[in-house]
């Protein structure tokens, strides 16, 4: 019987753990956008991501402004944006197609 409680648990917190790591942060305010120098290109085939945020404890940071090497050739770096939410809006992070 302790046994299984033990496993009860620790799957309890898997899976508390698991709902968290997809939980999307909504603001009322959008944070306000630095200002920041863009450098030269590392090579001609590297892309400028211009903006993006990263939900660091519970609010957004800036981590954008930084050149990327395509994963693969004609990969398009679609740009993050906000998105509307009920009660305010979450940022939706940039990816590759």
Request: with cysteine; proline share 9%.
């Amino acid at each position: 019987m302790e046994r299984f409680k033990k496993i009860f648990l620790m799957l309890a917190l898997i899976s508390c753990a698991a709902f968290q790591s997809h939980a999307q942060l909504i603001v009322n305010l959008r944070p306000a956008r630095p200002v920041y120098v863009r450098t030269v290109a590392p090579s001609p085939r590297h892309v400028w991501v211009e903006e993006e945020w990263e939900n660091r404890g519970g609010r957004y940071e800036w981590a954008g402004g930084h050149w990327v090497a395509p994963p693969r050739e004609g990969a398009r770096f679609v740009p993050g944006h906000w998105r509307r939410r009920p009660g305010g809006e979450v940022w939706i992070p940039g990816h590759w197609r």
